[in-house]
């Protein structure tokens, strides 16, 4: 009887083993990155209608961030100041500027300022800036280093297991809340020691269950 | 054969085919025949029946993919609803082909072997069927894939300690072991039907699927051992997969379903129920394609038999909860078992005893087990009452809980039954095809038991064993 295959597929089985694995492994591994936010989120730098720098207004003038996001600490939501923040300083200084040609529309119109939002978390996780403010997480290490930027960008995915990484390990990102919004604090030699206070002081046993955030 | 000699033909022919008729050539023209010859217009009437419930079935769940579980009859005590019975009766039912191809073959029972590819196949189309069911009853179905252990953005990992993670891996496993013992013991019937192909196309499919065997004697010893080691693997799957399925309910800790005696009472009656599907099936296929002689009346016998032994395990069962509930002192043991007799439910009790444990009952009398219409009619009484009794379980306990204000009577809607019924149409249309493109008798088998194989047998003067 003829044969009906030629002799070069006795070598295909270990090929299609071969790939059959790899190709199970390439998947789970393009999708445990290219669909999360580590790819998906970081680095969304969108065009705001007004070009706020953060860089002038805190790193070279020295505006504490507290000064427009008054709220972060006594209220779950940091807030975006309203355009009466802005006009506070901008009636004097350079009333006339085309850049901040928006805000003064805003401010004759009464109508709110419609900035991009850039960090979204979804409705089922519940987040309070207050909490993780007062417990002694500062503005950089979520936000990065805000205080370089022209523009403002997305620094961390904001993911379920970036939440869960610092919950379950918090030492290296505690400070003293005189610090929280030192864009320039490292952490000292003796970290461990000093979040080890922190931690005994206000007793913060980050919480890891669904429920702390999934309420 | 039900006469005198009967008993001499028991050991002159353990395969239980009437061998007179029967040549090794014979044989294989008869199964090779049915899926080379033109397809009979029966094949299509059944084909059509069955594809229009498999899309009974598709629409079921595309409607409740868009419109969640609330279109089930699910209520506030009743959180499983026919979607855990289904998927407990599916697998249950999966549970005939790896007890005949694995258990039946290690104890060397070789009347097996004329039914154990059909069974096997039903294993697997059953298992099938009931994987369907948890995978759609978690309500937000594009996320399914929580329940296996992948790497993922939200450290998000199975929980170990739940029986409902044990059971993924447990039907997954079964399945993946019922399969690979399925195609190995295809695979020199596959060869066949490559030799005997006239089309090209045939050709190179049955010769990619046979992995070139050539029946040579170094083939054969590694197909025998193979074979061996999958049914010795396969062994212990027969009775762990329905005992973890039983955990889903015995770890928890509801009356009624917080009982030791769950696993071996699933494990007995899922073998019930699985040859009963075996039974009603191989009826139906051995009258269609006149395989009398091959699937012989002696064959059905036997699995009766079987039947016979695990309705009365299952009936034991029964009983000896209500005694435990009466035992332990346990006033809400106590009162679920009454609630179920005489509840409620008390009708779907009385269903569930009168098809499982006296159903099987007229099979004490040999004239009726070995009567092809009561058995029929037995057989899907029995399955019936199979599916009464996960109802019964499921349902009673949940909708009469601990707090009375919370009871609630639980009804199906529109959408259980016909995801239900549904899941009949994957299970027939995947069987037609089955016996329509492979041999749904195991020829190399059953050409092992016939009496030429055996140099001693009656023909040539001695007897077997």
């Known amino acids: 009887m003829a044969q009906i295959f030629p002799e070069w597929t006795n070598k295909l089985p270990p090929f299609i083993a071969l790939g059959a694995i790899i190709i199970v492994i390439g998947v789970i591994g393009f999708v445990w990155y290219y669909f999360s936010p580590w790819y998906t989120d970081v680095g969304y730098r969108p ?44 009636k004097l200084i ?58 403002v960008r997305q620094n961390t995915p904001l993911s379920m297991s970036w939440c869960l990484d610092c919950h379950r390990n918090p030492d290296m990102h505690l400070r003293p809340v005189s610090e929280i919004t030192n864009m320039y604090w490292t952490p000292p030699d003796n970290q461990m020691e000093l979040a080890k206070i922190i931690r005994g002081d206000k007793d913060i046993n980050p919480k890891t269950d669904c429920s702390a955030c999934h309420r | ?28 023209d008869k199964i090779s025949g049915i899926t080379e010859r033109k ?14 419930l498999l899309l009974v079935l598709l629409g079921s769940i595309g409607y409740l993919v868009w419109e969640g579980v609330g279109i089930w009859g699910l209520n506030n005590p ?27 073959f290690l104890l060397r029972q070789r009347w097996r072997t004329s039914i154990n590819r059909f069974a096997e196949a039903m294993t697997l189309f059953a298992i099938m069927c009931a994987l369907i069911f ?77 992995l070139g065997w050539r029946g040579g004697n170094r083939q054969w010893r590694h197909y025998e051992l193979a074979y061996l080691i999958l049914a010795g693997i396969s062994t212990p799957l027969v009775l762990s997969v329905h005992s973890v399925v039983s955990t889903d309910f015995a770890v928890s800790i509801l009356p009624g379903w917080h009982t030791t005696i769950f696993p071996p009472y699933f494990v007995a009656g899922a073998i019930f129920s699985g040859f009963a599907m075996v039974v009603t099936l191989t009826i139906i296929a051995r009258k269609i394609y006149s395989l009398e002689h091959i699937i012989t009346i002696d064959h059905l016998e036997k699995m009766n038999k079987i039947m016979l032994l695990t309705g009365m395990m299952v009936g ?59 058995m029929f009619v037995a057989s899907i009484l029995i399955n019936v009452g199979m599916w009464f009794e996960r109802f019964v379980i499921v349902v009673t306990s949940l909708s009469r809980d601990f707090l009375p204000a919370n009871w609630d009577y639980y009804k199906p809607t529109f959408w259980d039954i016909s995801t239900f019924v549904g899941s009949f149409g994957l299970f027939f249309t995947l069987f037609l095809l089955f016996i329509r493109f492979l041999p749904m008798i195991s020829m190399t088998e059953v050409k092992a038991v016939l009496p030429q194989a055996d140099p001693h047998s009656r023909t040539s003067g001695g007897l077997d064993e």
């Open chain 1, 47 to 90: 065009v705001q209608p007004v070009p706020f720098s953060h860089k002038l207004h805190n790193d070279d003038l020295g505006i504490d961030c507290r000064f427009c996001h008054n709220l972060v600490e006594v209220s779950p939501h940091a807030n975006v100041p309203p355009t009466q923040t802005c006009m506070n300083c901008h």
């Open chain 2, 134 to 210: 948890p995978g759609i009853h978690v309500g937000r179905i594009w996320v399914a894939y929580w329940m296996a252990p992948i790497p993922n953005q939200m450290s998000m990992w199975p929980n170990f300690r739940s029986p409902l993670l044990w059971d993924v891996f447990a039907v997954s496993t079964y399945f993946t072991a019922s399969l690979l013992f399925w195609f190995t013991g295809l695979i020199p019937d596959l060869a066949t039907f490559r030799d005997r192909a006239k089309k090209k196309l045939k050709k190179l499919v049955f010769g990619i699927l046979s």
């Open chain 2, 39 to 52: 397809t009979p217009p029966v094949w299509f009437v059944a084909f059509g029946a069955a594809f229009s």
């Open chain 2, 316 to 374: 034991y069962a029964y009983s000896i909860e209500f005694f435990i509930a009466w035992y332990s002192g346990n006033i809400y043991e106590q009162f679920v078992f009454l609630n179920r007799a005489f509840g409620n439910y008390a009708w779907a009790y009385w269903i569930m005893i009168s098809c499982n444990v006296l159903v099987p009952q007229i099979f004490w009398v040999k004239r009726w087990r070995r009567a092809v219409p009561v």
């Open chain 2, 1 to 28: 054969m039900a006469n005198g000699t009967e008993n001499i033909a028991e050991y002159s022919n353990p395969g239980q085919v009437t061998g007179d008729k029967l040549s090794f050539k014979s044989l294989t």
């Open chain 2, 78 to 104: 009743v959180g499983w609803g026919w979607a855990i019975i289904n998927f407990v009766w599916w697998v249950g039912i999966g549970h005939a082909g790896t007890l005949i191809s694995a258990i039946l």
């Open chain 1, 94 to 151: 350079k009333p006339d500027s085309e850049k901040l040609a928006k805000i003064g529309e805003s401010w004759e119109m009464k109508k709110p300022m419609q900035w991009i939002r850039i960090h979204k978390l979804p409705d089922f996780a519940y987040f309070d800036h207050s909490v993780h403010l007062r417990a002694g997480v500062g503005c950089a290490s979520c936000h990065g280093n805000i205080n370089q930027l022209e523009v």
